[in-house]
């Protein structure tokens, strides 16, 4: 079983942080072409008066499930800390109660979840303002069911990287994102089935996704801990799980909340305006996965060495991501400033659309240096369970600032005041991330039962 497994409390920290987020970044990127085929093929192949419509639907409804993921993510942060801690202790019992634990909490809140927005979608949709709500709806209505699936397995995949493996999430999004595209293009461009066809194709592959995942850590189930002795909730663990999840949830929660509400502010521009922001959000998030899997990694070899006592270490691993992640922030900006066209085209929006999206894209990449320096920092809050801070950080750049600074920049400049205030909010929460760390607060781990 040991090869399933991967210490990452020893050996050179850069060339283990490399090694171990290259399989996240990769998957990120892969998973990221979920929504990036559906709207691909989506701007190839539906013409005439529906395109512009479309691409709305899909931006819109795209960014409602990035928010459901990132709740479901949020969440097993929790339980991955734990399984992390619990492996450098050599706790295996513990760790296994944890991982069984995550799974089945995560299922039932999958299938709370989707049933609430099956029966609420419309309602959702029309408080965004949706220009295209009838397209919305169809969409979403598909969509809402992988919702189950989406927590599913990402409780797998929390599992899988607590105890350092990286690989198998990577070669279930690899698989599952052959799929998509595969039938995203049969059920849009040969079967003519529009924004349905878009969506049964990513639920389709969402499924596969999980289903590889649980077949093999059920086959590793007594050493992973998705067995039947470990998979009906255990009291303390539920406990410990929610005590870290929840508030990274929330956090996510609060930061998706905040670009809902940039979507409604869009929204009210017109179904063109939209469409240029759905382009926009699909290269700015590939832009982002870089830095958010390079961080995620960082934080669970944090949480390793933590549970090791390993804080030198810990703190080495924080600044080589950083530095990492800050030359990578660089490099991504004027790659973008200078070939934004030409990236916003593979899309193939109208003019209208193309024109908004490439003043979007321009304005909201320079931030990427500031989501460098946040994540970075975070990692260490992360690794020791201090997901309270990074929930309230959140709230900081994401409602004080980006909220409040685009509904005023919005009513003075209109989009382009939007894009202002999604580019710069983020900066304000990098100097209370820096002092958190320089604080030394998270040399005290909180959550273990």
């Keep these: 079983m040991a090869n399933i497994k991967k210490d990452l409390t020893q050996g050179g920290v850069a060339q283990q942080l490399m090694r171990y987020s290259s399989p996240l970044v990769i998957s990120s990127l892969l998973q990221a072409m979920y929504s990036i085929a559906d709207m691909a093929v989506a701007g190839h192949f539906i013409t005439g008066a529906a395109h512009d419509n479309a691409m709305s639907a899909l931006n819109t409804v795209g960014i409602i499930m990035n928010m459901i993921t990132q709740i479901a993510i949020g969440l097993t942060i929790g339980g991955n800390v734990l399984i992390s801690q619990y492996f450098s202790k050599k706790e295996d019992e513990k760790r296994r109660q944890a991982s069984g634990t995550l799974f089945s909490l995560c299922l039932l809140i999958g299938l709370v979840m989707a049933v609430v927005f099956l029966l609420c979608g419309r ?3 029309m408080l965004l303002r949706s220009p295209a709500l009838e397209d919305s709806v169809t969409y979403f209505s598909v969509c809402a069911i992988g919702i189950f699936f989406i927590f599913g397995y990402n409780a797998l995949s929390a599992v899988l990287r607590g105890v350092g493996n990286s690989n198998i999430p990577f070669f279930c999004i690899l698989l599952s994102v052959i799929l998509n595209i595969f039938l995203d293009i049969y059920f849009v461009a040969v079967l003519g089935w529009g924004v349905r066809g878009a969506a049964f194709a990513t639920l389709f592959s969402q499924i596969l996704s999980f289903c590889i995942a649980l077949l093999f850590c059920v086959r ?3 050493d992973l801990g998705i067995h039947r002795r470990y998979i009906i909730p255990e009291r303390s663990m539920v406990k410990a799980t929610l005590r870290l999840g929840l508030p990274t949830a929330f956090q996510y929660t609060i930061a998706s909340l905040s670009w809902l509400t940039m979507a409604a502010l869009i929204n009210g521009h ?7 922001n759905g382009v926009s959000n699909r290269i700015r998030d590939i832009c982002q996965i870089f830095i958010t899997s390079m961080s995620g990694a960082a934080g669970t070899m944090c949480a390793q060495c933590i549970g090791a006592k390993l804080y030198d270490r810990a703190e080495e691993v924080m600044k080589t991501c950083l530095k990492i992640t800050l030359l990578m922030a660089g490099i991504i900006i004027v790659v973008v400033e200078i070939f934004a066209p030409a ?6 929006p109208s003019d209208e659309a193309l024109r908004w999206a490439v003043l979007n894209l321009r304005i909201e990449i320079v931030g990427q240096i500031f989501y460098a320096g946040m994540y970075s920092y975070n990692t260490v809050a992360t690794g020791s369970g201090h997901t309270i801070f990074i929930m309230l950080n959140s709230f900081l750049n994401c409602i004080v600032v980006r909220l409040i600074l685009a509904i005023i920049l919005n009513h003075f400049l209109g989009p ?4 202002i205030a999604c580019g710069i909010a983020v900066a304000s929460s990098v100097p209370v991330s820096m002092w958190f760390y320089r604080s030394n607060r998270w040399k005290t781990s909180v959550g273990l039962t």
């Design 123 to 125: 309602q959702f949709l």
């Design 343 to 348: 990236f916003c085209r593979m899309f193939n």
């Design 270 to 276: 017109g179904a063109s305006v939209s469409a240029g």
């Design 416 to 419: 382009v005041g939007i894009y």
């Design 220 to 222: 590793h189930g007594n």
